[in-house]
Structure formats: C-alpha cells, structure tokens
C-alpha cells in the first residue's frame, strides 16, 4: 500500500505563487507515474500535469507556462510550482502515484486564490 501525502497549500493572492510537494512510500519511487489533479468546488476532478519515470512532462492547457511539475526522486518527492496563480485555479489539489496495479491518491490540499 503506497502511502501519498500532499502539503503546501494555502490562501494566495491573484498572481503569486505557490509551490505543493507530494511525499509517496515506497522503494520503487522512481518508477512512479506521478501526477497532480485538482478538483474546484461543483467540478470534477481534472489532471493538472504529469510526469513520468524518465521525466516526461504533460500539462494541461490551464497550466502550460505557469504551473511547472518536478520529482526528486532521492527525496520520493514530487513538486508543482505554481505561478501567476488566479481564482478560476482555486480547488483542492491531489497527487497521484501510478505505477503496474499501484495507483494511489493523498487526501489533497487546499488552494485558494483570493484577494
């Protein structure tokens, strides 16, 4: 059973920055898919970005250019910085680890951008 916890969310400004980190048990950590979702309140659940064990990064249309995902695999650590934040970025966002029949998910953490 891998074990994801997610941390660094918060209150922000329109137009800073936030930077989420997401821990995963595990030996193999470095085989892991990993990839960040966010789900904003009465919305379903979407991909935010993703990166893959050879370090192959996806991003989703929203995030292209802003949002930038990392993984520090000494550390089983994966990051999303998020810049240039604005309300409609505004939900609850979740790592998720994926890996042959491992597919797991933290509890998420909450961002909220507001003045």
């Known amino acids: 059973q891998v074990q994801v916890v997610e941390s660094g969310g918060g209150l922000v400004q329109p137009g800073g920055s936030l930077r989420l980190s997401c821990k995963a048990s595990?030996?193999?950590?470095?085989?892991?898919?990993l990839a960040w979702y966010r789900q904003a309140p009465g919305k379903e659940r979407e991909l935010v970005a993703s990166?893959?064990?050879?370090?192959?990064?996806n991003y989703a249309d929203a995030a292209k250019g802003r949002f930038t995902i990392s993984r520090e695999d000494a550390k089983n650590t994966v990051h999303l910085q998020m810049n240039s934040l604005n309300p409609d970025d505004t939900a609850v966002y979740y790592c998720?680890?994926?890996?042959?029949?491992?597919?797991?998910w933290g509890q998420g953490t909450e961002v909220t951008v507001s003045s």
């Open positions: 998720n680890v994926r890996w042959r029949d491992i597919d797991a």
């Open positions: 595990g030996r193999i950590f470095s085989m892991y898919n």
């Open positions: 990166i893959n064990a050879i370090a192959r990064r």
